[in-house]
């Protein structure tokens, strides 16, 4: 490889550290203060006048290499590379010579950033690189990259037995690159995420809880200045990286006949109206299997002031009609590198009402 080309993607790496805006010490107000050279990359200094402390963006500290580099590599391992060949990649990728010592070392070290790592030596032992997962790009007005890890789908199923009801979710993320209706998200749609003040929230319960999703994302994101890569490189890092992220960018849609479902036959209060061939869409961020339930996670980079209940709600119904599931196995979270907030969606649109005693005979609908 040129010495050009090593240059300009040495630049490349140069500029993924994400911005600071405020002092991770005192959230004062902060200014910029040069630039600390470091062998393969220039990483950008930082002074806070309140506290006088001076920093780097970077949670990793004083790491030879790029964190972006790092991150590949382990990614690299955990899609089931070699520990000898992810040199030869990374050396294609950025121009930079690592070792496959390093990398050991780094799986070593990061191990508490992909618990996958503990899966891997199944994984090997029953599937090739190619079956691992499936992965295509959707053509939906946008780009959406939709990925599904077959192996950690399979392991999770069969490792517990609460979650071996959830062989429909299987079934359907099998099925998505082949049968899913495209024709659907191209043209002008209602999204998901238009429904915003609609539902009655009183019911809801807003559950704050430390969750490892935000670990992962303080861990990732500080190698990601451009905010539009944010999502995509945290989705690549927990599809292949963590134990419970089985498909990432999944579309969804219900329609009218779904919406009648809800309404007439459960009694569910669904404040959305179709009109016969129209749909809502959407593309789920992550999708998981832990604690006996399917957890549907938006990505938000500021959680905290954020709320979108309605639109995961919405994603939910969606995914509880697609596969045959209860809505009532059905969790939904959001986070970002700090906050992370999680509620049932069966509150959101199943209102309790006051115990009546039914008729002889007649029994209380599933939901």
């Known amino acids: ?18 911005t600071l805006t405020h002092c991770p010490y005192c959230q004062g107000r902060i200014i910029k203060r040069g630039k600390r050279e470091k062998k393969f990359e220039e990483v950008q200094r930082y002074y806070c006048k309140k506290c006088d402390k001076s920093f780097t963006s970077a949670v990793t500290k004083n790491k030879t290499y790029p964190l972006k580099v790092i991150i590949d590599a382990i990614t690299l391992y955990n899609r089931l590379g070699s520990v000898d060949r992810i040199p030869a990649v990374v050396k294609e990728r950025y121009g930079i010579s690592i070792t496959s010592r390093a990398v050991s070392n780094w799986i070593k070290e990061y191990e508490r950033y992909i618990p996958f790592v503990r899966m891997r030596d199944f994984a090997v032992k029953n599937y090739g690189q190619k079956d691992l997962m499936e992965e295509s790009k959707l053509i939906h007005q946008q780009i959406y990259s939709f990925k599904y890890h077959r192996a950690k789908m399979g392991m999770i199923l069969n490792e517990e037995f609460k979650h071996s009801r959830f062989k429909p979710l ?16 191209q043209n002008p749609v209602k999204r998901a995420s238009e429904y915003k003040k609609r539902f009655n929230l009183e019911e809801v319960k807003i559950t704050p809880k430390t969750n490892f999703a935000t670990r992962i994302a303080n861990f990732v994101l500080q ?11 945290l989705q690549d890092f927990m599809i292949a990286n963590d134990s419970v992220t089985i498909a990432v960018e999944v579309p969804v849609f219900l329609d009218c006949d779904d919406l009648r479902h809800y309404k007439h036959e459960l009694n569910f209060d669904v404040p ?50 697609l596969t045959g599931l209860r809505l009532y196995h059905f969790k939904c979270a959001w986070f970002d590198d700090k906050d992370y907030f999680e509620f049932f969606p069966l509150h959101v649109v199943y209102k309790k009402k006051s115990m009546k005693r039914l008729p002889k005979g007649q029994k209380k609908l599933d939901v």
Do not use: W
Request: net charge positive.
């Open 272 to 321: 959305v109206r179709l009109e016969d061939g129209e749909h809502v869409t959407g593309h789920i961020d992550l999708v998981q299997v832990r604690n006996g339930a399917i957890y549907l996670m938006d990505y938000k980079p500021s959680a905290k002031k954020e709320k979108p209940i309605e639109q995961l709600t919405i994603y939910a119904l969606a995914l509880s009609r």
């Open 1 to 18: 490889m040129g010495k050009k080309s090593i240059v300009k993607k040495e630049k490349s790496i140069n500029n993924n550290y994400k």
């Open 170 to 185: 299987q079934d359907f993320l099998e099925l998505v690159i082949a049968e899913c209706p495209h024709q659907l998200f």
């Open 223 to 233: 190698a990601v200045a451009n905010n539009k890569a944010r999502h995509e490189a």
